[in-house]
């Protein structure tokens, strides 16, 4: 278990299916608000799009460099984020969608 991680943990996705998104929904109390989106890097991840509400909002890398205290699959780098405004009060969706085979999801 690792303090860092959502519940203690975090989850290797590691496979040959191409289905890696990743998807929420919540509801937005004000008319605008920033997304936090906190994720963790290792040197063999890849990079994902993040969409709201089906419109592109950005790209989230989720790759490290091996010099970096997470230099392996097993041990990433954790206190990685980014940030997304949002416009509109009421249901948000989002999805991240990944590039590549590997893909991390905190």
Known sequence: MT???????????N???DVHDM??????????GTL??????APRAET?????????????SYQGGSGSPGGSMH???FG??????IVG???????AARHQRRCLRG
């Open 48 to 60: 994902a799009d993040v969409y709201i509400d089906g419109k592109f909002a950005g790209t989230v």
């Open 15 to 17: 496979g040959k299916s």
């Open 80 to 85: 990685v984020s980014a940030e997304f405004n």
């Open 89 to 95: 009060q009421g249901t948000q969706h989002v999805r």
């Open 23 to 32: 998807t929420f929904t919540f509801q937005l109390q004000t008319a605008q």
């Open 75 to 77: 041990h990433p780098t």
């Open 36 to 41: 936090q989106y906190s994720t963790l890097r």
């Open 3 to 13: 303090p860092n991680a959502s519940a203690g943990h975090y989850h290797l996705k």
